[in-house]
Every structure is written in C-alpha cells, then in structure tokens.
C-alpha cells in the first residue's frame, strides 16, 4: 500500500530557531500533499495543501510566512516552522493520495515538534 | 455549527460487545466519507470509506451513510481492546476538492 515517510519524528527546538519537516511517498507520486498540525486532545486541523510544483495554499488563520511549505517534486514536501517559538509546539502531521490504488488518505507518522 | 460534529466521548464499551460512533456534517455537497483510527500519539489510519448510501462492510467494521439525515456512523462488532482509540470522522466534497475535514474525534475505550 501507499506508504508516507515523515522525518523527523521528534524534534525539541529552541525559541527563535527553524525546523524543518520532510514527507517523502514512497512508492507513489503525490501531486498534492496536505499538512495538519494537531494539538493534544484536539483533533487535526489542516494548515495549507501543498501542491507539486506551485505555491501551497493555506487554511485561513495559518500564516505562510512562517510556516512556509515546498513542494519540488512528485515525492516530496518539506514544511519548515520559522522563527518557532512555544504555542507552535504541537503534532504535524503530513498527508497525500495514491490516486492510482485507492481512495484513502495515507498520513505520515507525524513529528512532535516542542519549542523550547 | 461545526462542521463535522462527534460525540468525543469517552466511549466505553465491554469487550465482544457492539461499539457505535456517529458523526454528523453540516456540508450537504459532501460525497466521500472517511474513518480514521488514531492511537494516541500516533497518526491516523483509514479504516473504512463510503460513499453511497446504506451499509458498508470490512471485516469487524461496518460504514453506515444517510446523507438525507446528514449523518454517517461506524460499528465495530466483537469489540477488542486494540480498537482503543480515537476515531475520526471525514467528510470531502469531492475527489477534485481533496482536502478532509476532520471532526474532533470519539474516543473509544474497549473494557475487558
């Protein structure tokens, strides 16, 4: 099946500095991309959909200056948190379509960003 | 109204016995519908997808849609523990507008 590589897994930053995150499909070619971030006990809200070779567009409310999201290739999308500062510690997870096998989303295994 | 409305639970139910979780959706362009499983702390993993009215079945699952009634419900029969979990309701408007809303989510306690 469609399989969805996040790296890193767990990320502890300090105040001020970038991270970036990377989602790889494996084994198929995701055109598009979807980011969620999910804060503990709440469920995952979509920042912005990612869009191979164009810019990403973003939920209303997510800033994309500082979370900025590239999308160079069929099979890869990084998302890097800029500037990072506590409040944007959470679980980001990434996500994508094989279109050719099946209906179902495969999401990454997330990263647990916490900002120190 | 939210968008996608769950019942966030806690669910508990005895082993071997019938869990049932349901979930509500404002969008009546709606077409596709999604249930994730979530372990805590880990990423969600599709486990089942409807997109016509009635019953669908998998195994110990089964996907009920009435879009009428806006409302879409899981059953999981001969409960186990490992269906512990946090499930998660999506509906998409359509396979040309991709993204999933997700509802908050029921959390599902398998008592032995």
């Known amino acids: 099946g469609a399989v969805v590589s996040q790296h890193p897994s767990r990320v502890i930053c300090k105040s001020g500095t970038s991270v970036k995150i990377e989602c790889r499909s494996l084994?198929?070619?995701?055109?598009?991309m979807f980011w969620y971030r999910q804060f503990p006990k709440q469920s995952l809200m979509l920042m912005a959909t990612?869009?191979?070779?164009?810019?990403?567009?973003?939920e209303q409310g997510v800033e994309k200056d500082k979370f900025l999201i590239n999308h160079a290739s069929l099979t890869l999308s990084t998302l890097t948190v800029t500037s990072a500062h506590p409040e944007d510690s959470s679980f980001y997870i990434c996500?994508?379509?094989?279109?050719?096998?099946?209906?179902?989303?495969?999401f990454g295994s997330g990263t647990r960003l916490t900002v120190v | 109204q939210k968008e996608v409305e769950q019942n966030s639970g806690p669910l508990s139910v005895p082993e071997g016995a019938i869990a049932s979780l349901n979930c509500t959706y404002s969008?009546?362009?709606?077409?596709?519908f999604f249930w994730y499983r979530q372990y805590s702390g880990k990423s969600p993993e599709l486990i089942m997808f409807?997109?016509?009215?009635g019953d669908k079945e998998d195994g110990r699952f089964t996907a009920q849609l009435n879009k009428a009634s806006q409302y879409v419900s899981l059953l999981i029969r001969d409960s186990q523990p490992s269906d512990s979990a946090t499930y998660l309701c999506?509906?998409?408007?359509?396979?040309?507008?991709?993204?999933?809303?997700f509802g908050t989510g029921t959390r599902l306690t398998i008592i032995p």
């Open positions: 084994d198929f070619q995701a055109t598009t």
């Open positions: 996500s994508a379509r094989d279109r050719k096998t099946g209906y179902g989303y495969t």
């Open positions: 990612s869009n191979e070779g164009s810019k990403a567009t973003y």
């Open positions: 409807i997109y016509s009215n």
């Open positions: 969008d009546r362009g709606s077409q596709s």
């Open positions: 999506a509906p998409q408007r359509d396979f040309g507008n991709e993204k999933l809303t």
